[in-house]
């Protein structure tokens, strides 16, 4: 039965995982970072930010990461391409932003239109630069548990259960979705951390019996409501990542966020949950690309003395 409190509303049992709350803490201290480097006197970190296209939620994307990092000190450009671009064009934008010394981070909204050779764009920019964590090299170093840019939105997901104090370790996980951008990568950074991990996906056959058994529920379907109570563990941390946007212009998440609200521990809202996490950790991906790039730049300078 559904507790009710005195005015009679339904009290929900799961604490509602804040991620707009811990997104601005986290911004806080980045922007002392970047103060901090600029203090130094090195380069305050860039971003170029890439948009192919007229896609109308990736251009609402790009920007609030622009605006975040304005408000943070992280110096952004954002290049905007034509639909029709050619693969030779793009590809030559990133060659001559991984020379630009200004730019730490280099991102690539995707989708990208259908004649662009994706995994060629992802592989051109510079691992060094590769604050999304797509590039090949960058893949290869989460399997090896050794990342040089987490990719940003499972490792969102990481900070979020850190500060809600959450133990992955010895945890039956179970992720929905296995994507290279959300599904995957997060497997793997929850592998690194001694959970037990199971992925699920599209042609699973009856979902239900692997989610019901998850201590940590994390789901990046892009379908809503897929995840409904009956399919999820009293107690269990359940993380929306899903976004879909309903008929009636409503973003809602991949959880039945009201239903499963009852019987979860903890939950994220969609929007405010893993979202803001997304960018802030794109924010901290390009801090740590300039703070590397100051210390390689000194050691070049000590040589030179
Ligand atoms: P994607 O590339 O379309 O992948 C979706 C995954 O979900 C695939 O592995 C697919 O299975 C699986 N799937 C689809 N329908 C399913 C079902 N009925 N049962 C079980 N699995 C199912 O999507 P994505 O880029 O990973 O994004 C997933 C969702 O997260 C989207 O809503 C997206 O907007 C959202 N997202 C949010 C953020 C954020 O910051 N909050 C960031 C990125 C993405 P197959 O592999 O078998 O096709």
Known sequence: MRKRNGSGEIELAAKIIDGRKLAAKLREAFALRVQALEASGACPPGLAVILVGEDAASAVYVRNKIRACEATGIKSVSHRLPSTVSNAELLGMIVELNADADVHGILVQLPLPAHIDVARVLETIAIEKDVDGFHLYNVGALVAGNTVFPPCTPYGVVKLLESEGVSVEGQNVVIVGASNIVGKPMALMLMARDATVAICHAKTRDLAQFTILADILVVAAGVPNLILPQMVKTGAIVIDVGINRLPDG????????????????????????????????????????AERASVRQRLVEARHD
């Open 250 to 289: 409503t973003i809602t998440g991949d959880v039945d966020f009201a239903g499963v609200a009852q019987k979860a521990a903890g939950i994220t809202p969609v929007p405010g949950g893993v979202g803001p996490m997304t960018v802030t950790m794109l924010l901290e991906n390009t801090i740590a690309s």
